[in-house]
């Protein structure tokens, strides 16, 4: 005698069967407000061990699944780190998500294009110039009066330019240094004051000079000289001057050049021209500080408005080849301060980097480089762990947070396959690309000959 059919809806079958099926992270339903809403998100790809995958960090960060919108994408060489990233922008656009990309490869081009975009692309003594000293204004509704906000923005710019001297340097600044720097920050932010900030703003130029020849009402107020303050910083002068008078001048050295839109789906930084820079990451800070600074003017903070979602759009900063930064502490401590700021400033942050040892190749276990390893994964709740090699997973897996099953399976995955910790939960997801999204990721031109 046969035994009856059972039969069952799929949403029954899930609890039948548990842990062998993930329902995934779109399309639920989600209350809101009182309201009932859905979570959705682009689709990524297949889960292997589900049924499609889709992701929004907005939509996931509005639902309260996530507490920030940030993301790490990690991986061997030729895994399709990129290509996942290019398609998800691509796919973003359709929700009105906007993309900045920091782009030293300048593998964005065809994307650009499909989007009828140009890279802005820079190289020393070249036509276009960025201010990275254009800074963000503070965010909105905290109460800060004209003059606090003018402060905020000081020290904005106190920070960015510490950061590049230290890197430049290789050690943190004096308390003498950071001084000097921070009166000609003032005094060069102060004599801009009510004029064009995009003309007339502090730019490189003007804080060296400003080092170099300090005056006396800045000397006075640190109980010192005109001779004693330029002494004090000098050598950070000399260290910023390079950008400004050296072999990487004609980037970052003047007001941004007019004509420059942060308006539009898309937004390219063209790097390729320094790419074999030993200043990489030094010349893409400056070129994220400058995308940092624009998002205050187009952007609402990530979930201020629960009650009008889809008023929300924010954009997704994308720094690929995110190592160069990392790699170096001065720049990477001010990555990962500019980080946090990413809710209040409506962006969800993407770096892309080869390993985590690429954050503390000089940094011995609990030294501060390996502490900015675990603040930036901290920071990013997000991580696409595509294949690494067993050493590598080893030392990754308790900063990943992988479980031992995972942290065996990292280094067998195939390309375009890639575990996905998001928040407390993990999806195996299977990247898919369209024959027209190919011919936008396609690096391989090189490799099989023909470029
Ligand atoms: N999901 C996928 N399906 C099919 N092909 C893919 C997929 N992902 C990437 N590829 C192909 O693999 C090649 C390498 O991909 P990609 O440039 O994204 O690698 P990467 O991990 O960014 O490498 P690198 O570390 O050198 O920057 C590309 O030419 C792309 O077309
Ligand atoms: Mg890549």
Request: with cysteine.
């Amino acid at each position: 005698m046969g035994i009856p059919a059972h039969e069952a809806t799929t949403r029954h079958l899930g609890a039948v069967y548990p842990f062998l099926s993930e329902p995934g992270l779109g399309n639920r339903m989600v209350g809101v407000g009182g309201s009932v809403d859905r979570a959705g998100g682009v689709l990524v790809g297949r889960d292997l061990l589900g049924s499609t995958f889709a992701y929004d960090p907005f939509e996931l960060y509005r639902c309260g699944f996530l507490t920030n919108p940030n993301m790490i994408v990690i991986g061997q060489i030729g895994r399709g780190k990129s290509a996942f990233v290019k398609t998800y922008l691509w796919r973003l656009a359709v929700f009105g998500r906007r993309a900045w990309v920091v782009d030293p490869k300048g593998e964005y081009g065809a994307l650009a294009r499909v989007w009828g975009v140009e890279p802005v692309a820079l190289r020393p003594g070249g036509p276009i110039r960025l201010n990275p000293l254009d800074t963000a204004s503070p965010a909105r509704g905290d109460g800060t009066g004209a003059r606090a906000g003018a402060e905020e923005m000081a020290r904005q710019r106190g920070e960015l330019l510490a950061s590049l001297s230290a890197a430049s340097l290789g050690r943190s600044l004096l308390p003498t240094e950071r001084s000097a720097l921070d009166l000609a920050v003032a005094v060069t932010s102060s004599s801009a004051q009510g004029s064009d900030r995009s003309t007339s703003g502090p730019t490189l130029p003007t804080v060296v000079d400003a080092l170099l020849h300090p005056e006396a009402e800045s000397a006075r107020s640190v109980g010192t000289d005109v001779a004693g303050l330029a002494a004090d910083g000098r050598n950070v002068a000399l260290e910023l001057r390079r950008l400004v008078a050296g072999d990487l001048q004609g980037m970052f050295d003047g007001p941004t050049s007019p004509g420059l839109r942060l308006d539009g789906p898309l937004v390219v930084l063209d790097l390729s021209a320094v790419y074999h820079s030993a200043a990489l990451g030094i010349l893409m800070t400056c070129a994220t500080a400058w995308l940092q600074a624009g998002l205050g003017a187009v952007t609402k903070a990530v979930g201020s408005d629960r009650d009008h979602p889809k008023r929300t759009d924010g954009v997704v900063v994308v720094v690929d080849e995110a190592w160069a930064i990392l790699a170096n502490l001065g720049v990477a401590r001010w990555l990962q301060s500019s980080w946090k700021l990413s809710r209040a400033r409506g962006v969800s942050n993407v770096a892309v980097l080869h390993r985590l040892s690429d954050l503390d190749t000089t940094g011995a276990v609990g030294s501060e480089q390996v502490g900015l390893a675990r603040g930036l994964l901290s920071d990013s709740e997000t991580r696409v762990v595509y294949a690494q090699p067993p050493g590598e997973v080893e030392r990754a897996a308790p900063l990943l947070g992988l479980s031992s099953t995972e942290a065996e399976l990292v280094p067998h995955l195939r390309r375009g396959v890639a575990l996905w910790k998001v928040g407390t939960r993990s999806f195996l997801v299977q990247h898919r690309l369209s024959p027209h999204e190919l011919s936008i990721v396609d690096t391989d031109e090189r490799m099989d000959g023909r470029a």
